[in-house]
C-alpha cells in the first residue's frame, strides 16, 4: 500500500460482529416467557413468538422501510423508533401494538387467550432485553487498540434509537469517532450511500478506509474495490 493511500478509518459493524443478537435476544424471550409464562413450555412460547412476530412483520405496512432499513420483525417485539421522519413515525405508531398482537397469537397457539398476559409478556420482553446488550469478549479491547492508530466508524443496519441502544448498553460507544445507522440516512448496507455518509463523517477517503462485518452480501458487498470506482474500500471480512 502506497502512502498516498494508507489505512487511516476502519469501519466496523454492529450486530454479531461487535456484540451478540440472535442470543440476546434468545435469552430474553426464554427469561420473559419463563418468568411471566411459567406454565407453556419456554423454549415452544419462544419459537411461537418469533414465528407469529415474523409473519405480523411481513404483513405490516412498513415492511418495505423495514427491510431497506435492515429492521428484524424481533426487533420490532422491543425497539424503540423514536426519531424523525414519516416513515419512523408511522412504523413507531403500528408497532405500539404489534407486539401485543404478536404474543396474543403466540399463546393463542397454546390454547391460552389472555390479553393480560399478553401485555405482560410484551412489557417483560422488553425489560430484558433492555438488559442483554452483551459485546463479543475481545471487542472492547480490540477496538481500544485500533483506536490508537486508526479513525474507527460504526456502520449498522436498523432504527437509530435501536442500534445505539446496543453500543451503549454494550459499553462501545467511547470508541467511535461516527456512529451511522441506516435509520440516519434512508437506506441501509449494502446500498453504496450509507458507505459514503460514514466516509464523509471521518472525512476520508475511500480507498484510505476498511470494512469489517460478519456478511459478505450486506457488509462488503456495498464496498467491495473494482478498479478505480469512486466508493471502492479496501476489504476486511
Known sequence: MTESTRLRAIFFDLDET?????????????????IEAAQINSRELREAILKHGRELWRAGPEIEYGRRLGISSWEGLHGDFSGDGPNLKRLREWAGSFGRNAWSAALADFGVRDADLAARLDCRFRIERSKRHIAYPDAAATLRQLRTRFKLGLVTNGAPRIQ?????????SGYFD????????????????????????LGVRPQEAAMIGDTVERDIAGVVAKGDEPNAFLRIS
Open 164 to 172: 445505539r441502544d446496543k453500543v451503549e448498553g454494550a459499553g462501545l
Open 18 to 34: 461487535l456484540v451478540l443478537e440472535e442470543a440476546s435476544v434468545h435469552g430474553a424471550l426464554d427469561a420473559a416467557c419463563q
Open 178 to 201: 461516527s456512529i451511522v445507522a441506516s435509520g440516519d440516512v434512508g437506506v441501509g448496507k449494502p446500498d453504496p450511500a450509507i458507505f459514503r455518509h460514514a466516509l464523509e463523517l
